[in-house]
């Protein structure tokens, strides 16, 4: 896209989100005429076809995303006959962050038995800001927002890879199973070293 050149006499600035002119071009009469985000590579290379991508934004809303992610993940066969994906990705950037977190939480509560796998990332965005007081200047300014990704899996991941976590059952097992055993091996320890008490004898005056 061309930021410069459009109009004649048309004069355009860069800046970054840190820069002192920011804060100027907010203040100011200026307003955003476009906003523009920089398309991230997929964080998880060698998916297989047929995989769902749910892409979050700011204002998406989770009862209209959770059901139609929902009705792809089910088992349960559609009119076609065809049963349910077996993964989908959630991902979002900047503000739709924690958005993209919920959908991925309540799936795995509604669906068990979910491998995810979750892979952070920096995605850029360019946003144009417009002189409001006649004349011809733009600003252009330079962002970084922090960008999701979340796999969710009816079959296993890799556990070896960074950002792996198992379902919640199995998850729930481990500790369960991790905390029963050291609670065993202590209250083992404990009577190992607890001396014996000697008999109490009852007298009768």
């Known amino acids: 896209m061309e930021l410069s050149g ?22 100011s009469r200026f307003k955003k005429v476009c906003r523009i985000e920089e398309e991230s590579t997929c964080p998880f290379p060698g998916l297989p076809a047929g995989v769902l991508e749910m892409r979050v934004k700011e204002g998406s809303k989770i009862r209209n995303l959770m059901g139609f992610a ?26 739709a962050v924690t958005k993209t977190i919920t959908c991925a939480e309540i799936m795995k509560r509604k669906i068990g038995g979910l491998h995810q796998m979750t892979k952070l990332q920096y995605k850029g965005l360019r946003e144009i800001w417009e002189s409001q007081e006649g004349g011809d200047s733009e600003v252009t300014v330079h962002r970084t927002l922090p960008s999701i990704s979340i796999l969710l899996s009816k079959d296993p991941l890799d556990p070896l890879e960074p950002g ?35 008999q109490a004898k009852r007298v009768c005056l």
């Open 70 to 95: 929902m009705a792809r993940m089910q088992d349960e066969p559609g009119d076609m006959g065809q049963t349910g994906l077996r993964r989908v990705v959630f991902s979002g950037s900047g503000r």
């Open 6 to 27: 459009s109009r004649d006499a048309c004069q355009t600035t860069n800046v970054s989100a840190s820069s002192p002119l920011l804060k100027q071009t907010h203040t």
């Open 164 to 198: 792996y976590q198992p379902p919640e059952n199995a998850l729930w097992s481990e500790r369960n199973g991790g905390e029963a055993s050291q609670a065993a091996e202590k209250r083992s320890v404990n009577c190992s070293e607890t001396p014996a008490e000697p």
